[in-house]
T-cell receptor, first 112, second 111 residues
Framework: GESVGLHLPTLSVQEGDNSIINCAYS??????FIWYKQESGKGPQFIID?????DKRQGQRVTVLLNKTVKHLSLQIAATQPGDSAVYFC???????????FGSGTKLNVKP | NAGVTQTPKFQVLKTGQSMTLQCAQD?????MYWYRQDPGMGLRLIYY???????DKGEVPNGYNVSRLNKREFSLRLESAAPSQTSVYFC??????????FGQGTRLTVV
């Protein structure tokens, strides 16, 4: 199967600081990438996505950066809040197969 | 709008018992998926269905069967449960090229 990995399994940040969560993906043919947030006891929820023809996409307090040269994806959260504490997964998708491959996740702890 | 609904939310089985996990979506999505998530791990794809009437194996299909009953429903069956199948199971749905929406999960314990 495909491999999507994360560099940092746990990240602790101070409330108000910016957070950066990284992800390495393996398939250069992947068409589409998504970041999901999973709170304890819940299913993953969509945060932001980016297509392979883009380098950057911004949402509300979140930015995703895609570096296809090194097959790297990052999620930046501005002014991190306690409600941002969760596990974050990146996923890569190949359109031809419409299958989502997930990494092992990064747990974000926001300290008050 | 319910999204993706899974039943049951919790289940305890004895080794060798069988059960079916139910999943239904009301978003008219073509594709549906079953994942399992072990503690501290990511989601691993068990089976998926790209459209009504089709199913395909994912990364970890052994010990499971699926049925795409209609466009809305995609069930996962464990014929003879094993302790190694203790996990949280998530169903998801999507349309091609768009994000997947997940259910709340079924926490299964096999003793």
């Amino acid at each position: 199967g495909e491999s999507v990995g994360l560099h940092l399994p746990t990240l602790s940040v101070q409330e108000g600081d910016n957070s950066i969560i990284n992800c390495a993906y393996s398939n250069s043919a992947s068409d589409y990438f998504i970041w999901y947030k999973q709170e304890s006891g819940k299913g993953p929820q969509f945060i932001i996505d980016i297509r392979s023809n883009m380098d950057k996409r911004q949402g509300q307090r979140v930015t995703v950066l895609l570096n296809k040269t090194v097959k790297h994806l990052s999620l930046q959260i501005a002014a991190t809040q306690p409600g941002d504490s969760a596990v974050y997964f990146c996923a890569e998708i190949l359109y031809n197969f419409n299958k989502f491959y997930f990494g092992s996740g990064t747990k974000l702890n926001v300290k008050p | 709008n319910a999204g993706v609904t899974q039943t049951p939310k919790f289940q305890v089985l004895k080794t060798g018992q069988s059960m079916t996990l139910q999943c239904a979506q009301d978003m008219n999505h073509n594709s549906m998926y079953w994942y399992r998530q072990d503690p501290g791990m990511g989601l691993r794809l068990i089976y998926y269905s790209a459209s009504e009437g089709t199913t395909d194996k994912g990364e970890v299909p052994n010990g499971y069967n699926v049925s795409r009953l209609n466009k809305r429903e995609f069930s996962l069956r464990l014929e003879s449960a094993a302790p190694s199948q203790t996990s949280v199971y998530f169903c998801a749905s999507s349309n091609t090229g768009f994000e997947a929406f997940f259910g709340q999960g079924t926490r299964l314990t096999v003793v």
